[in-house]
């Protein structure tokens, strides 16, 4: 029974002392908590207003690459209206460098000139009239030599179409590879096929002589205006001004050319059947007027001899022409 007293002692003594010391200590202890309390808010508010600060760096160099953007695309706009004044109705000369051809814009003339007058003088041998046999020469000496230049013209632009997907894939491996853009169209001036292959040297010969690859670029859609090198102009031109990832944007400018190509093989497979029927349509005519000159000349004959005829004969012809022209427009789907 000794010890129970002591024991109680003892703690009681414990509690009196601590209690004591947490009279004593607590000021000092809530001051220090609220001293962290307050280090902490103000870690908290410095976090914060980094979090802030970043934040709102970010929105402004987003706002300031936008405007930059913006401000590019005005620009490129502005070029492209002043680009088109050039490229709607392009001169003789520049149609010539377009198609491939490397005679001068005087050699096509005297040889159209030539043509035109060997064509008058054989129909003036053949016997016809002189109003026709004009008109003969005139489709020889000028029609028929702008028209295979417009034709050879478009052959080279959709070559050129089919094969630029792949130029344009070659310097996006080449950009991921991290080599340089310019050694990229190099590479393309020196392995692509033709027509891209002489193209891009004239880029590569733009860019020696001082011109950026903007107005390199630009150099090229003048050379050949087609809407998938507008589109790759554009591309080069932002990223150049505005920076980027130009291998990504090149990578989907390659794929929507491909797809645009895809498209255009449908559209031009489903307007088979209709592009026949006008061909048949517009064809009719003339065969059955030719199989009746030969069948029966004297019974055709009339149109060619008396004046009446002539006069039917040229309405015909302009009607011919006005409905091919109707036809062609019908059939064909700008894409």
């Known amino acids: ?24 200590l607590q000021p000092r ?20 207003g980094s979090s802030k600060r970043i934040a709102r760096d970010r929105l402004q160099e987003a706002a300031k690459r936008r405007k930059t953007i913006q401000t590019s695309l005005k ?35 005297l040889g159209s000139s030539a043509l035109g007058l060997v064509a008058l003088l054989v129909a003036l041998m053949v016997g016809q009239p002189l109003w026709i046999a004009g008109s003969i020469g005139l489709m020889f000496g000028y029609a028929m030599p702008r028209m295979t230049v417009n034709h050879l013209r478009k052959k080279r632009q959709a070559k050129f179409i089919d094969e630029l997907p792949n130029a ?25 096929a033709e027509p891209v292959k002489s ?18 670029v630009e150099r090229l859609y003048e050379n050949m205006p087609i809407p998938e090198v507008n589109f790759f102009s554009i591309v080069v031109s932002i990223q150049s001004q505005a920076g980027g990832n130009l291998s990504e944007a090149l990578g989907n400018l390659s794929r929507v050319l491909r797809d645009r190509k895809r498209m255009k093989g449908k559209i031009q497979a489903m307007s088979m059947e209709a592009k026949a029927s006008g061909g048949i349509i517009g064809a009719l005519p003339i065969v059955v007027g030719t199989l009746v000159y030969i069948t029966t000349p004297d019974y055709i004959g009339l149109l060619f001899t008396q004046p009446v005829g002539n006069l039917l004969l040229g309405a015909s012809a302009i009607w011919m022409v006005i409905g091919i022209v109707v036809m062609r427009q019908m059939i064909n789907f700008d894409f």
């Not at 202890?29 to 914060?48: C, G, V, W």
């Not at 894939?169 to 991290?178: A, H, M």
């Not at 001082?210 to 390199?216: I, P, V």
């Open 29 to 48: 202890i809530a001051s220090e908590r609220n001293a962290e309390a307050r280090l902490n808010q103000f870690k908290r508010a410095e976090t914060d």
């Open 1 to 24: 029974m000794s010890g129970l007293p002591l024991i109680l002692f003892v703690v009681l003594s414990t509690l009196s002392c601590g209690a004591l010391a947490y009279v004593l």
């Open 168 to 192: 344009i894939d070659l310097i996006v491996r080449g950009v991921k590879s991290g080599l340089p853009v310019n050694d990229t169209i190099r590479m393309i001036s020196t392995e692509a």
């Open 75 to 109: 620009e490129i706009e502005e070029k492209q209206k002043e680009r088109s004044r050039h490229t709607a109705k392009p001169s003789l000369k520049r149609r010539m460098e377009q198609a491939g051809l490397t005679i001068s814009d005087r050699q096509f003339v």
């Open 199 to 216: 193209e891009f040297r004239k880029v590569v010969e733009a860019q020696q002589v001082g011109l950026s690859m903007s107005e390199a």
